[in-house]
């Protein structure tokens, strides 16, 4: 440690277990905290860019390859919004399949972060291949969670990473009745699994921690809300997808290849993903999930973010439900796609990826040719959450080592999922003391 | 080799999707045996722990597109016995280098607010473009069966077998029918790699060149061939500049297009 009037920084290179790479920037003068940032570097992709010239076809297949962990999320935000333009409004059973589809994503994704990501944090170690010569069981249980998640988007798109059945108006084609019955008793197997995911979750002793969150998801009067919904908070917002960049702004700062958003009436820093979701949904999970909710120990609405993972495996818990339910009544879609014409417009929808609200929006010509494209991530939504959660965190954990406070603050930041590849960009994490 | 004897493997990300990474933890049968056989000293993704180098292997996912990953790819080469890059980004340039078709600045205008913030090159590029390149594994994503061939072979010391053949050969293997004879949809099969198991066909699509350009692709012919089942210029243009079209043959090929066209 550095006397308190001296400028001190410190450095992590990079955070670890996220997605993708990126640091933190945290400023002390005189012992207290001055200001921190999340500093976002990795290289931008530039993907709204390169979108206008590009196909209205093309969108799903280029949009997915904005992240390697939720591509199935960014094709079903883009393929909506452009039916949006396209006034398209697909069956009930291909609306059932993309649901599906979307449900093995969040099994994927949920159990990759809470058993290869997350997980080894509260046992002390530095991964889960560490974590496997100790408990080999759990992280097994977690790798065939997760294989399940990746066997769902598999069988409806030929492959877990970027999958290549998603298409405006539907699907290229859809599975036969029988093979997506095939996939039952391994579902069945991950319902239990995860029953005792979130079972082991409670029993994981969560730092103490609240802050005055204002959660927002989307919300669907039938359904625990996934592809569509309005656009609700804890403080009352409730509005239709269309407003979302009438209330939601993105800003454009020097430390950051990312954007974030904020609230555009106060500049306020707003929460999206699992903990919002459970939050604002719980009445519409289904009964397993409400029921593992009910029975964690955690009293919702929870406003601590290391809550996230038990929100996390809640929601596999969902995922598996849905899953079982939409195989068991799964019909094939005939048209496997609608049929539609081009002409010009304007269109955007958002859907709840793993991490949370996925906003797109598109201008396309009368050839079907995108104009304007505009991506928000749930990761860029986050950014200034997290800053917020930091700046909390910091003053009382100042008079610690350089190393103890870097590695309480990716603690934090995990809670989160951040999804750096998705924001389109790699963090690091640097201290300055004055 | 590690002191344990064990081989010392890094695992590094430039710009990317982190799919082909994920590739990696997508071998859920396989990924502890993995970790027992070698020493994972760097995979920031996977691991808090960072080793430093020399590293026997240095798997590279993502494509170059600032000076800051210019200096580290070198870097890495430096302190790489073996480099094999992961994926149509780290072997083309990946999707991302649609923007050497275009103006960058005009690029990062159009997305961020105060482009002086964004230091970018002007070109995505490949890996192998600046450094040497051991062996490349491609696909977007690549697939886990073929890194696990990679990974074994090297291993134990022993050439990997990939296939040496076209998607198209895939599809007449698995009995698909072809969607350019029978449907007239535009299909870059017939000159990219082999890999995915010709999936798109098998979705009633054309391939669009996940894999990238065989060496011996003809892709000029192709595109005569594909104009007799009736397909517009532009959409073979879009097909080339697709997830691998910064590949040499593909770009040529598409030049020759532009050409054409204008």
Known sequence: MIATNETRTIRLESMTRVEG??????????????????????????????????????????????????????????????????????????????????????????????????????FGLESALTLGKEQPELVRQGLELKKIGNEIITILGGRSVHPVSVCVGGFWKVPRRHELLELRPRVEWALKASLDTVKFLASLKLPAFSADYECVALSHPREYAINEGAIVSSAGLNIPVRDFEQVFLEEHLAHSTALHTVRAERGSSYLVGPLARVNLNLSHLPPAAR????????????????????????????????????????????????????????????????????????????????????????????????????????????????????DACEKLVRNYDPCISCSTHAIKIQMNRS | MSANGKPRIAVFKLASCDGCQLQILNLEDELLAIAGQVEICYFLEARSQILDGPYDIALIEGSVTTEHDLERVRDIRRRSQMVITLGACANTGGIQALRNLQDVDEYTRAIYANPSYIHTLSQSTPVAAHVTVDFAINGCPISKEQLLEVLTSVLIGRAPQLPAHAVCVECKRKGTVCVLVAKGIACLGPVTHAGCGALCPAFNRGCFGCYGPMESAHSESLCQGLATHGISRSEMLQLLNGFTGWAEEFRSAAEKLEKVST
């Open chain 1, 21 to 122: 790479e990126g640091g933190l920037r945290i400023e002390v003068r005189d012992g207290s905290l001055r200001d921190v940032k999340v500093d976002v570097f990795e290289a931008p992709r530039l993907f709204e860019a390169f979108l206008r010239g590009r196909s209205i076809r093309e969108v799903p297949d280029i949009t997915a390859r904005i992240c390697g962990i939720c591509p199935a999320a960014h094709q079903m935000s883009s393929v909506q919004a452009i039916e949006t333009a396209l006034g398209i409004t697909p069956s009930p059973e291909i609306r059932a399949l993309r649901r599906l589809l979307y449900c093995g994503e969040w099994i994927e994704s949920h159990a990759l972060h809470i058993y290869l990501l997350q997980v080894p944090d509260f």
């Open chain 1, 291 to 406: 029921q593992a909710a009910e029975e964690c120990g955690i009293t919702w609405p929870c406003f601590n973010p290391y809550a996230g993972i038990v929100a996390r495996g809640v929601e596999i818990v969902m995922a598996c439900e849905e899953s079982l339910r939409l195989i068991e009544a799964y019909r094939e879609p005939v048209p496997a796609a609608m049929e539609y014409s081009f002409h010009a417009g304007d269109g955007c929808a958002a859907t709840e990826a793993p991490r949370g609200l996925l906003y797109h929006r598109y201008r396309m010509n009368d050839q079907g040719i995108v104009q304007s494209a505009r991506i928000v991530p749930p990761t860029c939504q986050n950014y200034r959450r997290i800053e917020d959660d930091l700046r909390l965190l910091l003053p009382g954990i100042l008079d610690r080592t350089d190393a103890e406070i870097v």
